[in-house]
């Protein structure tokens, strides 16, 4: 069953906090939200799940308006970042809660319910209370929960944001496993974490200021982002203000050969290379910079060169002979490395 | 994956300090520390329990003199003092229960029915709580007493001699005042309980396909029982000891324990037999007190 979301827009006393969102979520897809917090996406979730009525627009599921519906009408799974288990109730009972209030019969309850503990892998841990497991524990019941009720949509707000790192890759190996065991189910995920949307989504809707700035797959967004936002929130980039010309762009008084194919000669525009496509030493569309600052982060070294009042930062990896603060570096990129995005926030 | 559960939360907001116990025994007690512990103590002594062992003194000695039980066997068998203890039972074991599911059912719809006011309702009962019992029973008495505006109206309507609101004088008028005026002292620990539940898991509930009423009797009760236990006692042993709202009501065939202690005392100058009484009286709310406090503590509350 698919999401569609039809020009909704919700605002509180006043306040749009989502701005006319239209999107549809293809039946069996999982979408990721991604935006930083205040960017509507959570809002948008609330929105699916009946928390939040909006002021305009219409949410339909399957093709059948729900807008309209409570949320214990409109069946649908849910995954919050606090796991919101049932603090008096065993496992079991957790997961059996959502079966009980559909009177589903007993036994095909208990096999249901062993089932989606079965999937995710919680079965041992049927008799125990929600104190007695650790938040990666708590969020599988959670999802065992949500799955229970054999849902068409499964909605994961933040599921993995209370989780430690490590945790959190397993888990989300764990999300993408289970999207595979159950096709049909649509996700809508949301996130502000870039990686959880590249890893697991088919497509990622990059949210901001209560706006849908861009929709489009993993690849797309992070290959070729058609926005300042996109590229630096998907991936983190270099965005440097150039002026375009015959072949090419100018910047800080160097000529850089890039594909300007599109874009009028004269005109101001941005230039996005992500950082570990740049490098050190001679080479092609030259920058010359004095280096401000280097993190090493064990298998690489990120450098930060000040080019013409300009930081570009450089994903390197681990140097033998890393340069010192001060130190005047030349950096270089290759031509079909970089993109051209129209011009934005970053010329000032 | 680590089984260390990391995000214990606290049930309806009731929790021990986990850190309380270990303090006294490891480090030596100095003088000085005694020294501070000597002027409550004895405050708490000459004010309390000087007093109080003076009326268990009493309750065994007869006016005949000398030390025996024979108050008791006197108390005891006096219908008087049988019927007393039952009417107070039951009339605190009533209200405890009208508070319960009354102060329940309000903190529900103040906490969870999002209505303009509703946090200067929620600071309203806070100032209820500072009233004194007898005002409410006293506002009572105006609106349903015999002379009250409820009757007034009614005679003044069809001319009757009287009005058809007399229960303010029987043991019901009690319940109603005893319920009105101590409902709030259930509220207020409920809806310190309710601000600590989680909205997530009723959000959950409802998306798992759980209407209100389940998701009242599944997911908001439970969590709440602390917090009614807590309530229901301090109003079980405030009623058995209910003394104003039973003078006030002017119901003379209501008489509790507190009432049979006061009627004996000043108006038969039976100090013995009134020392029996109030012993009893300490009895039996020390004794539910401390079957709460069992109880809780086996509750994990």
């Known amino acids: 069953m698919g999401i569609r979301f039809d020009s909704v827009t919700v605002a509180y006393d006043g306040n749009v906090v989502l701005d006319s969102l239209d999107l549809t979520v293809e039946p069996g897809e999982v979408m990721a939200l991604l935006g930083p917090s205040g960017s509507g ?28 519906l409570p949320p214990y009408q409109r069946g649908i799974g849910m995954v919050v970042q606090q796991y919101a288990l049932f603090p008096h109730m065993r496992v079991d009972e957790n997961v059996a809660f959502g079966l009980k209030a559909r009177r589903t019969a007993k036994s095909e309850t208990r096999q249901r319910v062993a089932q989606a503990l079965e999937m995710t892998g919680m079965a041992a841990y049927a008799r125990r209370h929600p104190r007695e497991l650790s938040g990666g524990q708590q969020q599988r019941v959670a999802i065992a929960r949500a799955l229970a009720i054999r849902p068409d949509v499964l909605l994961l707000d ?40 590249l890893t697991l989504a088919d497509r990622i809707a990059v949210m901001d200021k209560a706006r849908l700035q861009a929709c489009g797959t993993p690849k797309e967004l992070y290959r070729s982002p058609a926005d300042e936002f996109t590229a630096s929130f998907v991936g983190g980039a270099n965005l440097v203000p ?12 160097a000529e850089l050969k890039v594909d300007t194919s599109g874009v009028l000669a004269g005109a101001r525009a941005t230039l996005c290379v992500r950082p570990h496509l740049v490098g050190l030493g001679e080479g092609p569309n030259r920058l ?61 | 994956m680590a089984d260390t559960a990391r995000n214990t939360r606290v049930v309806g907001g009731w929790s021990r300090p986990s850190g309380g116990s270990h303090r006294s025994g490891t480090a030596p007690r100095s003088s000085g520390t005694l020294l501070w512990a000597l002027p409550p103590v004895a405050a708490l002594a000459l004010f309390f329990l000087y007093p109080l062992a003076l009326v268990v003194q009493q309750s065994f000695q007869p006016d005949s003199g000398g030390t025996s039980l024979q108050p008791y066997t006197d108390v005891f068998a006096s219908d008087a003092f ?55 029973t006293l506002s009572l008495l105006f609106i349903y007493g015999s002379v009250g505006m409820a009757n007034g109206a009614w005679t003044d309507l069809t001319g009757a001699a009287s009005g058809p609101f007399q229960f303010l004088t029987t043991p019901w008028g009690v319940l109603l005042a005893e319920v009105t005026y101590f409902t709030p002292f259930v509220m207020r620990p409920l809806l310190a309980a309710f601000s600590q539940l989680d909205t997530a898991q009723l959000e959950a509930a409802s998306s798992l396909g759980a209407r209100a009423p389940r998701i009242v009797r599944q997911v908001i009760l439970p969590e709440a029982l602390p917090a009614l236990a ?32 006061y009627s004996k005392a000043i108006l038969e100058s039976d100090y013995p037999g009134a020392c029996v009484v109030a012993v009893v009286n300490v009895l039996i709310s020390v004794g539910l007190y401390s079957l709460y406090r069992v109880v809780s503590r086996r509750a994990g509350a």
């Not at chain 1, 002026?243 to 910047?251: D, I, L, M, N, P």
């Not at chain 2, 109003?235 to 006030?248: A, D, K, P, R, S």
Request: net charge negative; proline share 4%; hydrophobic share 50%.
């Open chain 1, 288 to 348: 010359v910079g004095t280096v401000t600052e280097i993190q090493w982060r064990g298998a690489t070294h990120r450098l930060y060169v000040e080019v013409d009042g300009h930081s570009v930062m450089a994903d390197l990896r681990e140097l033998k002979d890393p340069p010192s603060l001060g130190d005047v570096v030349a950096l270089h990129f290759a031509s079909d490395d970089a993109v051209l995005l129209p011009a934005g926030v970053s010329h000032g």
């Open chain 1, 41 to 68: 996406k959570t809002t948008a979730l609330r929105a699916v799940a009946g928390f939040v009525r909006p002021v305009s627009g219409r949410v339909l599921l399957g093709g059948r308006d729900v807008t309209d």
């Open chain 1, 158 to 197: 933040e599921p993995l944001s209370a989780l430690d790192a490590q945790l959190r890759s397993g888990m989300l190996a764990e999300l993408a496993r289970l999207h595979r065991e159950l096709p049909d189910v649509s996700m809508l995920y949301v996130t502000h974490d870039q990686v959880e949307a």
């Open chain 2, 230 to 261: 807590a309530g229901g006692s301090l109003v079980l042993v405030l009623c058995l000891n209910e003394f104003g709202i039973v003078l006030f009501t002017g119901a003379k065939g209501v008489t509790t324990l507190p009432m049979l202690v």
């Open chain 2, 82 to 136: 049988r019927h007393a203890l039952w009417t107070t039972v039951w009339l605190a074991a009533a209200s405890t229960v009208g508070c319960l599911v009354l102060g329940f059912l309000l903190a529900l719809v103040i906490a969870f029915v999002p209505f303009p006011g509703a946090k200067a309702v929620s600071r309203f009962i806070d100032v209820f709580l500072s009233f004194p019992s007898f005002l409410i």
């Open chain 1, 242 to 253: 150039v002026t375009v010309g015959r072949a090419g762009v100018s910047f800080a008084g």
